[in-house]
């Protein structure tokens, strides 16, 4: 799983948008990490260096790796709702709409940014 990119910053107080796309990055790059190392060796400061913001920055946002460790779980349990409901709405069949979702959350469940250890 690649390094996701910072998104572009000019410097001073970011905009609304920016501070968004920044809160988009962190839980990207802080998924990427726990992914990758597991929960206890990964760090804030180094979930800060990847991402390339502060740790005053990361601290504004969450108060602790665990909280942090929450955003991500919540974000992608979102993003596995999302992506199923996409694939409940393709089918009018019960029984095959049924069989479309235990498939997609095979897929899910199976996904490198998922089993990535």
């Not at 910053?9 to 796309?21: L, N």
């Amino acid at each position: 799983m690649p390094v996701p990119s910072r998104p572009p910053h000019t410097g001073g107080r970011p905009t609304p948008e920016g501070s968004a796309q920044l809160d988009r990055h962190v839980l990207d790059v802080a998924t990427m990490l726990f992914v990758r190392q597991g929960y206890a060796a990964t760090s804030l400061e180094q979930i800060a260096r990847v991402a390339e913001c502060s740790k005053a920055s990361l601290y504004r946002r969450y108060s602790s790796k665990a909280a942090l460790f929450k955003a991500v779980v919540a974000a992608r349990g979102r993003h596995l709702l999302e992506e199923a409901r996409a694939v409940e709405a393709c089918s009018r069949d019960p029984l095959l709409a049924t069989r479309e979702i235990a498939l997609f959350f095979l897929d899910f469940m199976l996904r490198p940014e998922t089993t990535e250890a």
